[in-house]
């Protein structure tokens, strides 16, 4: 059975940074897309970051130039640096594995930016 683990979340101030990991455990596709996406109180669930096992790479252009994604394919982790952070970061980030035949989300991780 696949899972994905968030972990990295927390309370930083305006301009902090933090990194958020994402561990995947079960059998997976050698092929696959890792993404971060967020939800935060009242909205919609957005990509943030995404990364093929092939390495190409999506970001939003909210957070273009501030967040980086990054994956090691032999630990099945993804991870997302997030620096610059912005009060309106602030939201439920959530990692997902996209798949050949199916996908599988994280539980989420709460990032709050606020002085």
């Known amino acids: 059975q696949v899972q994905l683990v968030e972990s990295g979340g927390g309370l930083v101030q305006p301009g902090g940074s933090l990194r958020l990991s994402c561990a995947v455990s079960?059998?997976?596709?050698?092929?696959?897309?890792m993404g971060w996406y967020r939800q935060a109180p009242g909205k919609q669930r957005e990509l943030v970051a995404s990364?093929?096992?092939?390495?190409?790479?999506n970001y939003a252009d909210s957070v273009k130039g501030r967040f980086t994604i990054s994956r090691d394919n032999a630990k099945k982790t993804v991870y997302l640096q997030m620096n610059g952070l912005k009060p309106e970061d602030t939201a439920v980030y959530y990692c997902?594995?996209?798949?050949?035949?199916?996908?599988?989300w994280g539980q989420g991780t709460q990032v709050t930016v606020s002085s």
């Open positions: 990364m093929t096992s092939g390495g190409s790479t």
């Open positions: 079960g059998n997976i596709f050698s092929i696959n897309t």
């Open positions: 997902k594995l996209t798949q050949p035949l199916n996908n599988y």
